[in-house]
């Protein structure tokens, strides 16, 4: 097995994964991976350098999981539809968060794989008691919500495509 790396589309963190065919995969190609929040859709960006390691021993803590199929063409055009209706819901939970809690920066909204669940992405100053908000944003859209609390050095990256020290990135 190989590792490549992964860039998930709407928060830009990079993740190894393990791929059985390299020759299946080329930088650029869209690919479902599973992870904790459920199926996301990352960008391949090419071999990663844990490769020459030998991860088979049980001693090891690193886990890393397994691409599981790469995006047919109209499931990547399905892609526009999704982000599409993610500016739009956030447009939407972001008038009920200035109504409903106004400390609450929003920052990005993001629905899953297959459009069953919403992930917004947030940053505050301190922990939020968004109870209140889950109710009436899950109300409204008539599915899973989740909100997520980001630092602010993500929003940055998220938004104007910036690393580390202010740098830019370039892909």
Known sequence: MNIVNIRFRK?????PF????????KKGDYVIVETIRGDQIGVVL?????????????????????VKRKLTEEEVSELEILDEKAKEAYFICKKIVKRVLPEMNLVIGEYMFGGEKLIFYFTAE????????????????NRRVEFYQIKYNDEGRILNSF??????IFW
């Open 46 to 66: 090419g071999e990663n350098k844990l490769n020459n390691v030998n991860l088979e021993s049980e001693e090891d803590d690193i886990k890393i999981r397994k």
């Open 126 to 141: 301190g922990r939020l008691d968004f109870r209140e908000l889950v109710k009436e944003v899950n109300k409204t859209f």
């Open 18 to 25: 393990f791929i059985e065919n390299v020759d299946e995969y």
């Open 11 to 15: 928060t830009k963190k990079v993740y």
């Open 163 to 168: 690393g580390k020290y202010g740098r830019e």
